[in-house]
């Protein structure tokens, strides 16, 4: 590399003009040529006599001495012109860097293909703009350059370098995606694979930068320089549905099951006559027509009643353009056959117990002798009772506790004349409390937790005159350090009376005293104990998901139906597939991938069998429109940016120059070839307006 350097007056300041091909510089020699020739130039005159030369000798004098001063500059200008016109093929530069780029070109292109890129500019949508930007950045550089091209979808097939026609190809065939990445992350791919290549690294974003992906602040390194490429519109309005859930663990049949529906006005005023409205099982409801506040974010109550079993889909959907992607938010709701529980007893069947589950609609109890239990059914049932049994066995102990790690739910009275030992064993397993009888044995609740699921939205308020359970005889629950219980209901004296124990998946509620009338008259107490047998019986650790969002890590959880567990489930909607499959136990987790593209309902299927239906929603991340502009992308860097650059979109106009700006410096080759022609003007001035004689 052959360079100049011009030092100013401040010795700090230095700056280096160098050239792309120095070996040009070797014609500057061919310049002496026409130096020699003039230096031996000697012009003949011919000779004419006068008889008196004084004057003659004078005119002489000075034309000669014009005339080489007129050569002389022509001179002079040819000679500047032939040697602008050598620095120009020598393609000179200023280096901006300290280090110029001469190894093999490392490029990553990100093309942001999301659905805020769904957005039009001159009635073209930003996705367009953004991989025209692309292919010409891939055009800029040489054949021997190889890139990687990435996008939302973090396909297996972008973690691989291209030649330069296949990145053309690749760009080609982008299409929008429902996926959405932070900025951090698509970085982090991008150092993933040029991390052990050798070469000059360069990565390029082209995005509209919402505010909600720009993470810039999680990017610690990067081992190449990253630019960054804004292609935006206006600011876009946009309502959203944000998420929905249910306030209930299972949807019930013919009553209102409420939806909570959360809603998020992203514009700056507020929107007028939004209508939202619900699909059941393909059947549109008006819910509402109202205004939407600016800026604000509003959980609205939708009361649902289905009227069959099985899987019902349910689509939430509101009025509002033009951003449309996050307009429809789906939930697919599963009512079960019938709610069974098990009650596994010794000495006879309470019959409070046995007349509670046959007056609740869908729910069925089974009683079962402690002598003639059948633990290959446990799975079947949503709870197990177990009522007033003297010994809980090791078998007994080992079934309920893996029946409770598998997300089952155990509802234990103890009998008073149990063995204290048998039970604490079995309660240690769990990390759960243990059971000390009181010495005064004679208790009385004093209060109902209204916060927990067992009680919550039961009672509007609860009277004063209200009966409460009573027990003479009881056990003293001594809580683990490991695992507080939960209080449910709670004695006068602030000891528990019914409490709840998280284990794992499934749950365990302990009550302090039998079940037995002659001692506890809880189940004479229709108000406290039918509404707890019943939110007991439909609880759960976590609500089963009515919904997914479209990402490469959804999980889906459904029961093993298989004899032997060799059955392959697939999943049927917009497209048809077999997910990955592991088994755990009686569950089966399901790995989606990458497979759903779309969002909607897919039904699992064994062979030619529905089994359930799930449904699919877009990601929100992008929901709120804000985009950065270039000044507020540059505050949101700061200081350690990390090599980070905005590529203004003037510079991005001509890319090939900026490039080239960018990886080789300021390039001065333009200039000089300016310069060649205004020596040449120069020259043709010189020769045409400067007359002297001959």
């Given at each position: 590399?052959?360079?100049?350097?011009?030092?100013?007056?401040?010795?700090?300041?230095?700056?280096?003009?160098?050239?792309?091909?120095?070996?040009?510089?070797?014609?500057?020699?061919?310049?002496?040529?026409?130096?020699?020739?003039?230096?031996?130039?000697?012009?003949?005159?011919?000779?004419?006599?006068?008889?008196?030369?004084?004057?003659?000798?004078?005119?002489?004098?000075?034309?000669?001495?014009?005339?080489?001063?007129?050569?002389?500059?022509?001179?002079?200008?040819?000679?500047?012109?032939?040697?602008?016109?050598?620095?120009?093929?020598?393609?000179?530069?200023?280096?901006?860097?300290?280090?110029?780029?001469?190894?093999?070109?490392?490029?990553?292109?990100?093309?942001?293909?999301?659905?805020?890129?769904?957005?039009?500019?001159?009635?073209?949508?930003?996705?367009?703009?953004?991989?025209?930007?692309?292919?010409?950045?891939?055009?800029?550089?040489?054949?021997?350059?190889?890139?990687?091209?990435?996008?939302?979808?973090?396909?297996?097939?972008?973690?691989?370098?291209?030649?330069?026609?296949?990145?053309?190809?690749?760009?080609?065939?982008?299409?929008?995606?429902?996926?959405?990445?932070?900025?951090?992350?698509?970085?982090?791919?991008?150092?993933?694979?040029?991390?052990?290549?050798?070469?000059?690294?360069?990565?390029?974003?082209?995005?509209?930068?919402?505010?909600?992906?720009?993470?810039?602040?999680?990017?610690?390194?990067?081992?190449?320089?990253?630019?960054?490429?804004?292609?935006?519109?206006?600011?876009?309005?946009?309502?959203?549905?944000?998420?929905?859930?249910?306030?209930?663990?299972?949807?019930?049949?013919?009553?209102?099951?409420?939806?909570?529906?959360?809603?998020?006005n992203h514009a700056p005023q507020t929107t007028e006559q939004v209508r939202i409205s619900i699909?059941?099982?393909?059947?549109?409801?008006?819910?509402?027509?109202?205004?939407?506040?600016?800026?604000?974010?509003?959980?609205?109550?939708?009361?649902?009643?289905?009227?069959?079993?099985?899987?019902?889909?349910?689509?939430?959907?509101?009025?509002?353009?033009?951003?449309?992607?996050?307009?429809?938010?789906?939930?697919?709701?599963?009512?079960?056959?019938?709610?069974?529980?098990?009650?596994?007893?010794?000495?006879?069947?309470?019959?409070?117990?046995?007349?509670?589950?046959?007056?609740?609609?869908?729910?069925?109890?089974?009683?079962?002798?402690?002598?003639?239990?059948?633990?290959?059914?446990?799975?079947?049932?949503?709870l197990i009772i177990i009522q007033d049994v003297s010994n809980i066995t090791s078998g007994l102990?080992?079934?309920?506790?893996?029946?409770?790690?598998?997300?089952?739910?155990?509802?234990?009275?103890?009998?008073v004349d149990n063995n204290p030992v048998s039970y604490n064993t079995f309660l240690n397993s769990?990390?759960?409390?243990?059971?000390?009888?009181?010495?005064?044995?004679?208790?009385?609740?004093?209060?109902?937790?209204?916060?927990?699921?067992?009680?919550?939205?039961?009672?509007?308020?609860?009277?004063?005159?209200?009966?409460?359970?009573?027990?003479?005889?009881?056990?003293?629950?001594?809580?683990?350090?490991?695992?507080?219980?939960?209080?449910?209901?709670?004695?006068?004296?602030?000891?528990?009376?019914?409490?709840?124990?998280?284990?794992?998946?499934?749950?365990?509620?302990?009550?302090?005293?039998?079940?037995?009338?002659?001692?506890?008259?809880?189940?004479?107490?229709?108000?406290?104990?039918?509404?707890?047998?019943?939110?007991?019986?439909?609880?759960?650790?976590?609500?089963?998901?009515?919904?997914?969002?479209?990402?490469?890590?959804?999980?889906?959880?459904?029961?093993?139906?298989?004899?032997?567990?060799?059955?392959?489930?697939?999943?049927?909607?917009?497209?048809?597939?077999?997910?990955?499959?592991?088994?755990?136990?009686?569950?089966?987790?399901?790995?989606?991938?990458?497979?759903?593209?779309?969002?909607?309902?897919?039904?699992?299927?064994?062979?030619?069998?529905?089994?359930?239906?799930?449904?699919?929603?877009?990601?929100?991340?992008?929901?709120?429109?804000?985009?950065?502009?270039?000044?507020?992308?540059?505050?949101?860097?700061?200081?350690?940016?990390?090599?980070?650059?905005?590529?203004?979109?003037?510079?991005?106009?001509?890319?090939?120059?900026?490039?080239?700006?960018?990886?080789?410096?300021?390039?001065?080759?333009?200039?000089?070839?300016?310069?060649?022609?205004?020596?040449?003007?120069?020259?043709?001035?010189?020769?045409?307006?400067?007359?002297?004689?001959?």
């Amino acid at each position: 590399m052959y360079s100049f350097t011009m030092v100013k007056s401040n010795p700090i300041f230095a700056l280096t003009m160098q050239f792309l091909y120095p070996y040009f510089l070797w014609a500057l020699v061919a310049l002496t040529i026409p130096v020699i020739i003039h230096l031996f130039y000697f012009k003949r005159f011919k000779k004419v006599y006068f008889s008196n030369v004084r004057y003659l000798k004078e005119i002489k004098e000075e034309t000669s001495n014009r005339n080489k001063i007129k050569e002389l500059l022509i001179l002079l200008s040819r000679l500047l012109a032939f040697a602008c016109l050598i620095f120009a093929f020598a393609q000179p530069f200023i280096p901006k860097g300290e280090k110029i780029k001469q190894g093999l070109p490392l490029v990553s292109i990100f093309i942001d293909n999301s659905f805020s890129m769904t957005s039009e500019k001159e009635d073209i949508p930003l996705l367009d703009y953004a991989k025209e930007k692309a292919l010409k950045i891939v055009d800029s550089y040489g054949e021997e350059g190889k890139f990687q091209i990435i996008t939302h979808d973090l396909l297996g097939k972008h973690q691989r370098l291209l030649s330069k026609e296949d990145a053309v190809a690749y760009i080609e065939e982008i299409r929008f995606t429902a996926l959405v990445q932070p900025l951090s992350k698509i970085t982090a791919r991008q150092n993933q694979l040029f991390k052990e290549e050798e070469g000059d690294k360069s990565f390029y974003h082209i995005s509209d930068f919402q505010k909600s992906i720009f993470d810039y602040e999680n990017v610690k390194d990067s081992v190449g320089e990253i630019n960054l490429l804004p292609v935006q519109t206006a600011q876009l309005q946009n309502i959203s549905i944000d998420s929905v859930w249910m306030d209930n663990h299972v949807a019930m049949m013919q009553q209102p099951n409420n939806l909570l529906v959360k809603m998020t006005n992203h514009a700056p005023q507020t929107t007028e006559q939004v209508r939202i409205s619900i699909l059941i099982d393909g059947q549109e409801k008006p819910i509402r027509v109202g205004d939407f506040e600016a800026g604000s974010t509003m959980i609205d109550t939708i009361p649902v009643v289905l009227k069959s079993r099985g899987a019902h889909k349910i689509t939430l959907k509101i009025s509002d353009y033009p951003v449309q992607f996050d307009d429809e938010y789906h939930v697919a709701l599963h009512v079960p056959d019938t709610i069974i529980a098990l009650n596994i007893y010794e000495g006879a069947p309470n019959k409070y117990l046995t007349a509670l589950f046959e007056g609740l609609p869908y729910f069925g109890l089974k009683n079962q002798p402690f002598n003639q239990i059948q633990y290959q059914e446990f799975s079947k049932y949503n709870l197990i009772i177990i009522q007033d049994v003297s010994n809980i066995t090791s078998g007994l102990s080992s079934e309920l506790s893996k029946y409770i790690r598998e997300g089952g739910k155990v509802l234990l009275f103890p009998s008073v004349d149990n063995n204290p030992v048998s039970y604490n064993t079995f309660l240690n397993s769990l990390n759960a409390g243990r059971l000390e009888l009181k010495p005064n044995s004679g208790i009385e609740v004093s209060r109902i937790n209204t916060e927990e699921f067992i009680f919550k939205d039961v009672y509007n308020k609860i009277q004063s005159n209200i009966t409460l359970p009573k027990a003479n005889k009881s056990f003293q629950i001594q809580n683990s350090s490991r695992n507080a219980g939960e209080p449910i209901l709670t004695n006068r004296d602030g000891s528990l009376f019914m409490c709840k124990y998280t284990y794992e998946d499934g749950l365990l509620y302990l009550c302090a005293s039998s079940l037995s009338e002659n001692v506890n008259n809880l189940v004479l107490n229709a108000e406290i104990f039918v509404p707890m047998l019943y939110k007991m019986a439909i609880s759960g650790v976590g609500q089963k998901k009515i919904a997914f969002t479209i990402t490469n890590k959804s999980i889906i959880e459904i029961k093993n139906t298989g004899v032997g567990g060799d059955n392959v489930y697939s999943m049927k909607g917009e497209n048809e597939f077999i997910p990955g499959q592991k088994r755990l136990g009686n569950k089966v987790l399901l790995d989606v991938g990458d497979q759903v593209k779309k969002a909607g309902f897919y039904d699992i299927m064994n062979g030619d069998q529905v089994l359930e239906s799930v449904a699919f929603n877009y990601d929100r991340l992008e929901s709120d429109m804000k985009l950065l502009t270039s000044d507020e992308m540059e505050e949101n860097l700061g200081e350690n940016r990390l090599g980070i650059h905005i590529i203004s979109e003037t510079e991005q106009n001509d890319m090939t120059n900026t490039i080239s700006a960018k990886d080789k410096g300021i390039s001065l080759w333009k200039y000089f070839l300016l310069a060649v022609l205004l020596f040449l003007m120069v020259e043709t001035l010189l020769i045409r307006l400067w007359r002297t004689s001959s």
